[in-house]
Each structure stands twice: as C-alpha cells, then as structure tokens.
C-alpha cells in the first residue's frame, strides 16, 4: 500500500497557512481533537522538518531542530496565500480601531507612566511617617497586578472579542480610582490603586493592545507604536495635570477628576476598538471544560519551554521592570537632589514627551529597516548605558538631567510598544493574546520584589542611597537586553540580518 502519509502530512503542514481565521482553532482546542503531536509551543506543530517563516523578515527559518538563514525573496511567488495576505494592513477601519488603542492607552499606560506624580504626593502628604520601602508596595503591587490580570482577559479575548473586557475594565479600573481619591492609610492604597485598579488595568491592557494584531501585520509595529503613543501622552497630560489639581483643589478631587477623564477615553476606546474576525469555536460541553480550558489559556507554562519566548519574555520583564523603578522615583530623586517640585515634575513630563517619538520612530525603524527584534535590543542597551553614563555621575546638575530624561524617554519609548510585537512575532495570531498575557505573568512575578529592593535601597534619600539604586536599574536594563540578544540568537543565530 502507497505510503499516504508521506506526502500528506508535509502537504498539510505547507498549506496550513492557507486556511480562514474560521478555519483556525486555538492550541488548547486543537490539541485535544487533533491525533497529531500537539505543538509545545502554541502555533507550530512539533515535527522534525517544519520551520516558521515570515516574509517580512530578511531572515526566518524557525525550526525546532534546525536554524538557516532564508531571504524574502525566496516567498516572492507564493503558491498559496501567507499570513500577510491575509490582513487589510491599513483603512479606515483598521485605523479607528489604532486610534481607539490610542485614546484607551492614554489613561491606561498614561497613569503607569505618571506614578511618580502620585508616590511624590502622598510619600510627603497622606504616608509622610511610612517608610519609603513601605510606600513602594503600593507601587510594585500595582504594577505587578496590571501584569498578572492580563492574564484574565488573553485567553477570553482570543475566543470572544475585546467588548466585555473591555467593558469590565473600564467599570473596575474608574471605581478603583475614584476609591483612591479618599485613601488616607496604606492599606487603603493597595485595596484601591493597588487592587482595583490593576485588575482594571490589566483586563483593559491586553484587548487593547491584541486587537492590533488582527489588522495588521506587515505594519504591526507601526501601528501598535502609534497606539501606544497614547500612553506618553498620558504620561504628559497626567503630571501638568495632578500638580495644578493637588494645589486647587487638593488630592481627593484631584483623583476624581482624573477618573472621569479616563471614563470618558475608555468609553470612546471601547466603541471604536475591535477585532477583524473571530475564531470560530465549538461550545463548551460543561462548566468544567469552560473553566479548564480558560484556566489554561490564562496561562500556559509550556510557552516557557521555547526558548525563543521564555528569553524575549524575560527580556521585556527586565527592562520594563526598571523603567517603571526608575519612573516611579524620578521626581523623589530629584527633589532629593534640591530641584524645586515643579522640575520634579516637569522631568516625568519630559520623559513621557520625547516617549512619544520614542514608540513612533523606533516602530518605523523596526519595520522598514532594521526588524522588530534588532530595534529593541538597541533601545534597550541605550537607557541601560544612559542610566551609567548620564544619571549616575551627573544627577546632581539639573542641566545634565534634562539630557538624561530626554535620551531616556527616547529610548524607553519603544519597550511598551514593540514588547507586544516582538511576542506576535514569534506567535500565531490566534495565540497571540494567550502568549502576551503569558510573557506579563512573568513580568508581574519579576515586578514584584523590584520596587520594595528599591525602596529599600534607597532608605533614607540620600544622593549615596539614590546612587545605588541607579546602578541596581542599570543591572536589570542591561540584563533585559542581553535576554533579548539571546531570543534572537535562538531564532536567527549570530548573522546579522532584519529580524
């Protein structure tokens, strides 16, 4: 008898690309009706000869046992439809849905961007007496419970859509602020910024940014940088703003004012945001098969076995936990070196403004020239050496921290916004919100501890104390670039070329 399998297993493979979104089924869902190996990395089936490629790459050819470099033109004749066929990349629809990211960002990353603004407030007012270690957890849990709640929405968004999460974020997120407006204690803090407001943050985050992926793909970096300017934006507006509330109207209205204005964007973003098309998936035959599989897709430990994303993912855990430090305790550096409040807080402005260019130009950069990966290893690298070469020595001369913030805010720009495209790159579009909400586990568990150590380092505020706690966010930059050089490695190796 003819060996079928011979030719229809690879035939099945080649022209799997060539299937509708329709077509297509979620990891967790193919592995159980599929008699095949399933794939341990959640969008490639684990066979000794398959490889990825990407045509928008110089080189890719992505394979579990294997590594050679392939050029594009080697797909300039497709004999079936690739994944970039398959999106518009571009229209007034695709569009909206990029300025619907926009203005939801604004007060989604805009807030994680101004958290200086808020910790130099109430370290001085409401948690004058608590230790600055103490302070900080109020921050780190913040922050580390964005992260962990992205993982609520990834695997519900990549079978239902963004509406209801986003819905459900915006109500959490609002109330936590409007709670914050009348914490006095630092319990009170994590239970309403901490708690609330980063389950609002983290459910708004991932729909927000993955709905991007199903419009674009050759301009995907573009796009996303472009929405993601949304939250340099509010990195300037937050700031200027809470400053002139703090002093007319004082710190409880201050936080309400800021709560209706992100109900206003986050109502806007959710009518103009969502997704092209939708998976199509048989329904749940119990509860309990509905709550595995979402527990599952929730989080999926198997992705960490592929190098190429356990490394990418810990590139983009490191260097964001120490942008969010180093943001975090930007203006309490400087008013520790005798700035007066209003540098203090003119500098997060500055950091958020030239962030602007920094998410746009680098995107641009990484699509056009030089490829996702190459571009985030050197924007990373540069604030790690910024941090050394500038802050460090020269902290205490207001002239020299005005270059540091906007070198800084250039280069830190891009790790918001190309973190989820260097993730969709080596990731199926259909997984792509499981993965995203994958890698920030990882970067809530790694947040964690960041702030408290640097708090703690930093004790007192002297500019000794605040000198060591430079060179510990200098530590974790630089780590987070060479985590990324090494996710590279793995998929490319050492040539240089577009990736």
Not at 359 to 375: E, K, M, S, T
Not at 393 to 411: E, M, R
């Amino acid at each position: 008898m003819f060996p079928v399998n011979v030719i229809a297993r690879p035939a099945k493979i080649f022209f799997s690309k060539s299937r509708s979104s329709k077509d297509l089924q979620s990891l967790e869902l193919r592995s159980i009706t599929s008699n095949e190996n399933p794939a341990s990395s959640g969008y490639a089936t684990n066979h000794n000869n398959e490889s990825i490629v990407k045509k928008h790459n110089d080189v890719i050819d992505i394979g579990p046992s294997s590594l050679r470099s392939v050029t594009s033109r080697d797909l300039d004749k497709p004999s079936v439809p690739t994944d970039d066929d398959e999106y518009p990349d571009g229209g007034i629809q695709a569009w909206l849905v990029v300025l619907g990211s926009f203005i939801g960002l604004i007060p989604v990353f805009g807030l994680l961007n101004s958290l200086g603004a808020i910790e130099s407030y109430i370290s001085r007012n409401q948690l004058a007496k608590v230790a600055p270690s103490t302070t900080s957890w109020i921050f780190s849990l913040y922050i580390a419970i964005s992260f962990l709640s992205c993982i609520l929405a990834g695997g519900y968004f990549d079978r239902n859509g963004s509406k209801t999460p986003m819905s459900a974020g915006t109500v959490i997120y609002v109330g936590g602020i409007m709670c914050l407006a009348n914490c006095t204690t630092v319990y009170q803090f994590i239970l309403s910024f901490s708690l609330l407001s980063g389950i609002g943050t983290g459910i708004l985050m991932t729909p927000l940014v993955s709905v991007l992926a199903s419009w674009f793909f050759k301009r995907r970096a573009i796009a996303t940088s472009t929405a993601t300017m949304g939250g340099s934006v509010g990195g300037v507006f937050f700031p200027i703003m809470l400053k002139k509330l703090y002093k007319e109207v004082g710190f409880p209205w201050a936080m309400r004012i800021v709560g209706f204005v992100c109900l206003a964007c986050l109502i806007v973003s959710t009518v103009l945001c969502h997704e092209r098309s939708r998976v199509e998936c048989e329904p749940f035959a119990s509860k309990k098969q509905l709550a595995k599989w979402y527990v599952s897709s929730s989080f999926n430990w198997r992705y960490f076995l592929e190098g190429k994303f356990l490394f990418a993912a810990l590139g983009s855990s490191l260097a964001e936990s120490s942008l969010t430090a180093s943001a975090t305790y930007l203006a309490s550096y400087s008013l520790a070196r005798g700035n007066s409040e209003t540098t203090s807080y003119a500098l997060i402005t500055a950091t958020n403004a030239v962030g602007i260019l920094g998410r746009y130009i680098p995107g641009y950069i990484a699509d056009r020239h030089l490829g996702r990966f190459n571009v985030v290893i050197i924007t990373v690298l540069l604030a790690g050496l910024s941090n050394l070469i500038i802050w460090l020595p020269f902290g205490g001369h207001v002239g020299a921290l005005w270059a540091y913030v906007c070198i800084y805010g250039f280069a830190t720009g891009s790790i918001l916004s190309l973190t989820p495209v260097c993730v969709g790159q080596i990731s199926r579009t259909e997984d792509f919100g499981k993965r995203y909400s994958t890698a920030y586990f990882l970067q809530a568990i790694i947040t964690i501890p960041v702030l408290p150590i640097a708090g703690a380092i930093i004790n007192k505020g002297t500019p000794a104390e605040y000198n060591k706690f430079i060179i510990f966010v200098s530590v974790l930059m630089l780590a987070g670039s060479a985590c990324y050089i090494v996710s590279r490695y793995i998929c490319v190796g050492a040539k240089l070329c577009r990736f």
